[in-house]
C-alpha cells in the first residue's frame, strides 16, 4: 500500500513556540520522494521542500527543518520560534518513483499560530 | 521566477453556462497538471499533460474538458457543471524526464456552482 499519514489534524501553538509536524509514510518502493506543501488561507500550495529516499540527511531552512528516517518511515517538520505567518495547512506528499507524476497526498494538518 | 498563474480568481456559474479556466506558466515546465481540492481535503489530480499530450484522466466526467494548447497554457473547459463541482481547481506544473521534480501550484479558481 502507498499511503501518507499526518495524524495531527489541527496544531494551536502561541507564536515563538516550536512546533512539529508529524509526516508517517508507507510504500513498497525502494526509490520515492517526500514532498512538504504550504497551504495558506489564500488557497496557493506552496512548495517547501523534495527528499529523494536515497538522501536521510537532515535539512535546515531558516526557521525550517525536516527530520527523515527511513528506519521509522517518517519525514517530520519542525518550525522554530513561530510566527503567525506560519499559520496555514501543511501537505506532506509522496511519490513513488514510477508513479506516473502522482502525488499521494496526506490528509494536512492545520496550523494556528496565536499571537 | 517560480510563477503559475491561473484566472479567473473567482467563478459562480449556472449548471447550464460554459466556462473555462486558463492557467500559464513560463517556467519550462513540460508537464502541467489540473487538480480539484474540496474543502479540508488534499488535492485530487483530474488531469496531467506531458508534453501537450494528455498522460492522465482520472476518470473525470466528461463535463470537463482539459487543453493544453502549447507548453505554457492549460485551459479547462466547464459544462454542464453540478453543485457538488463547486471547489477550488488548482494548476500546477513540473519538470518533467528521469527524475521526479516537484509542482509549483498557481493560486487556483474558486468555482461555485449554482
Known amino acids: 500500500a502507498q499511503k501518507v499519514t499526518q495524524a495531527q489534524t489541527e496544531i494551536s501553538v502561541v507564536e515563538k513556540e516550536d512546533v512539529t509536524l508529524d509526516c508517517v509514510y508507507e510504500?513498497?518502493?525502494?526509490?520515492?520522494?517526500l514532498f512538504w506543501y504550504k497551504q495558506p488561507p489564500s488557497g496557493e500550495l506552496v512548495f517547501l521542500i523534495r527528499?529523494?529516499?536515497?538522501d536521510e540527511q537532515n535539512e535546515i531552512s531558516g526557521r525550517y527543518s525536516w527530520n527523515f528516517q527511513k528506519s521509522t518511515s517518517s519525514f517530520n517538520f519542525t518550525i522554530t520560534a513561530s510566527q503567525v505567518v506560519d499559520s496555514a495547512v501543511y501537505f506532506c506528499?509522496?511519490?513513488?518513483?514510477?508513479?506516473?507524476?502522482?502525488?499521494?497526498w496526506g490528509a494536512g494538518t492545520k496550523l494556528i499560530i496565536k499571537p | 521566477d517560480t510563477e503559475v498563474t491561473q484566472t479567473p480568481k473567482h467563478l459562480v456559474m449556472g449548471m447550464t453556462n460554459k466556462k473555462s479556466l486558463k492557467c500559464e506558466q513560463h517556467?519550462?515546465?513540460?508537464?502541467m497538471y489540473w487538480y480539484k481540492q474540496k474543502a479540508k481535503k488534499p488535492p485530487e489530480l483530474m488531469f496531467v499533460?506531458?508534453?501537450?499530450?494528455?498522460?492522465i484522466n482520472e476518470s473525470v466526467p466528461s463535463r470537463f474538458s482539459p487543453e493544453c494548447p502549447n507548453s505554457s497554457l492549460l485551459n479547462l473547459h466547464l459544462h454542464a457543471l453540478q453543485p457538488e463541482d463547486s471547489a477550488l481547481y488548482l494548476c500546477?506544473?513540473?519538470?518533467?524526464?528521469?527524475?521526479?521534480?516537484?509542482?509549483?501550484f498557481g493560486p487556483g479558481t474558486r468555482l461555485t456552482v449554482t
Open positions: 499533460y506531458s508534453y501537450e499530450k494528455l498522460s
Open positions: 527528499r529523494n529516499s536515497f
Open positions: 517556467m519550462g515546465h513540460r508537464a
Open positions: 500546477a506544473s513540473s519538470f518533467t524526464g528521469t527524475e521526479t521534480y516537484e509542482q509549483y
Open positions: 510504500t513498497r518502493d525502494t526509490t520515492y520522494y
Open positions: 506528499a509522496l511519490t513513488p518513483m514510477d508513479s506516473n507524476y502522482q502525488l499521494i
